[in-house]
Structures are given as structure tokens and as C-alpha cells.
């Protein structure tokens, strides 16, 4: 077989790519060997390599990439960017009308409670805005959603307290839980709630336009906690535990003098001592 060998003085080249090369010939085939295996270390023609070529070129590439994702950016900002379709505010004293209207000629309370609470939401501190809430707890209570009513008119007490209208937000607040006053098989927690209210309004507000009504209801409210204990009492009565009813009836005749169970309440008390043989 015929094999080529270089001469001692015969200069070996590089290909100019990432790897040093030589190449030899070996017959009719050519092949590539590595560098390192080929040429010593430190032969003065290695020592300028391409790489330095090879990286400006990379930076160049990167460089106009950058500048092209940049550019890509901003025209898909443009492009996906959201639009704003949030609506321009609405006058204060337009929403409030609108509500009033909504209220007293449509009778829809509820609609109302919404343009009102637009107010709130949209001038925040404004005069209409005290209205607003004020009114909110109104067409509640007009709606028969009187828990809605009593935390709108809490939350406007607890706003402004010093307002001339602060009484009648109190007043909103006894009405609601006097409305739901159950009857007197049921428990009087709501009836409680109410009392303790309608007493509010006149301690804080005595002389104000809302004093006269809260009365009024008080002495409901009062009735109807004594006739809870008139039937608690008749049936202690009808299981012969007199000391039961006997303690049931005094309340009445002590705390609730006024209402109209107290002649009821004086004959049951004659009848359970007179059969403990107390009388």
C-alpha cells in the first residue's frame, strides 16, 4: 500500500473553523485530525487564532437580536395592549335623583339601593354621598332587607355621628328589628334588640322629630315581652310548678306594669300561692 508522508519542512495548515485541523493525505482519502494531536503546543503559527474573529461576529448577532426583541416588544405592546373601557364618572346629583326617582315614582327599591351606592362608590366624599348612604339604608328598609338596612345606617352613624340626620338613621335601626319582632311562641331576641334601640333614639335624640315614634314602639316591644312571660308562666302554671310561675308572673307585674298583662299576671299569682296554700 502507498503511503504520503510530509516532509519535515512542509507546513501544515488550519481549516479556519471552532478546532485547529491538519490534514493529510493517505492515498485517495483525506482525513481530519484534531489539533492538538497534530501541531505542538506553542508553534508561533497557532498562536493568532480565529476566535477573536468568531466572537465579534456572535456579538454582532446578539446585538441585532436584541434590538429586533426590543422592537418586537414595544409594537406588541401596542398591538395587546388593553384598552380602557372603564366609563367616565357620573354626576353626583344626577345618580342621586335617579335614585329617588327609582324610589318614590318606580317603587323599585332595590334598583334605587344601586344608583345610591354609585354615589358612595364614585364620589366617596362628597355631600351626596352622605345622602346617599343615608338613603341606601331607607330604600333597604322600604325592600324589607332589614339587616342591609341596620348595616347602612350603622355604618352612616359610625361616619357622621355629629349629622342632624344621625337620629334618624338610629330610628332606621330600631324600626328594622321591630319589624322583625316574632311571635311571642318564638324566642324575643329580635324584640330585646329592638327595645334596647328604640331607647337609643330617645336617650341620644329626645327632642328630636323620631323621640314621639320610638315610644310608641317601645311600649309594643314591652307588651310582647311580657306576654313571652305570660305563656312561659301559664305553662309552669299547667305543670303544676307553681314556684316556676309564680317567678314568671312577677316579672310581669315588676318590670312590665305598664302593658296589659299585669291584671292577667296579679290573678295567676292569687291562683299559684293559693295552691301552694300560701293563701
Known amino acids: 500500500a502507498f503511503s504520503y508522508k510530509p516532509a519535515a519542512g512542509c507546513r501544515r495548515w488550519k481549516t479556519g473553523l471552532a478546532g485547529e485541523a491538519t490534514r493529510s493525505r493517505r492515498g485517495s482519502v483525506f482525513e481530519t485530525v484534531a489539533a492538538k494531536d497534530a501541531v505542538p503546543q506553542g508553534t508561533p503559527e497557532m498562536t493568532a487564532t480565529p476566535k477573536s474573529a468568531g466572537w465579534s461576529r456572535v456579538a454582532r448577532v446578539l446585538a441585532v437580536a436584541a434590538v429586533a426583541v426590543s ?24 345618580l342621586y335623583n335617579e335614585g329617588l326617582y327609582l324610589l318614590n315614582q318606580k317603587k323599585d327599591a332595590r334598583d334605587a339601593v344601586k344608583k345610591f351606592e354609585e354615589v358612595d362608590r364614585q364620589h366617596p366624599y362628597s355631600e ?12 333597604y328598609y322600604q325592600a324589607g332587607e332589614y339587616d342591609d338596612c341596620v348595616n347602612s345606617a350603622k355604618r352612616y352613624i359610625t361616619l357622621h355621628p355629629g349629622s342632624a340626620d344621625a337620629s334618624y338613621a338610629q330610628y332606621l335601626i330600631a324600626s328594622s328589628y321591630f319589624e322583625e319582632i316574632p311571635d311571642i311562641t318564638r324566642d324575643q331576641a329580635r324584640t330585646e334588640k329592638a327595645l334596647g334601640a328604640l331607647e337609643e333614639v330617645i336617650r341620644k335624640y329626645p327632642t328630636s ?15 310582647q315581652l311580657a306576654g313571652k312571660e305570660m305563656e312561659v308562666g301559664r305553662y309552669y302554671l299547667n305543670k303544676k310548678d307553681y314556684t316556676g310561675a309564680i317567678n314568671r308572673f312577677k316579672v310581669v307585674v315588676t318590670k312590665y306594669q305598664t302593658t296589659r298583662h299585669v291584671e292577667e299576671a296579679l290573678m295567676r299569682l292569687t291562683e299559684s300561692y293559693m295552691a301552694l296554700g300560701v293563701v
Do not use: H, N
Open 71 to 94: 422592537l418586537g416588544a414595544c409594537s406588541s405592546f401596542d398591538i395587546f395592549a388593553k384598552k380602557d373601557d372603564t366609563p367616565p364618572d357620573e354626576p353626583a346629583d344626577r
Open 128 to 139: 351626596w354621598a352622605r345622602k346617599s348612604l343615608l338613603m341606601s339604608a331607607y330604600a
Open 209 to 223: 322629630e323620631y323621640a314621639s315614634a320610638a315610644k310608641q314602639k317601645i311600649e309594643v316591644a314591652r307588651d
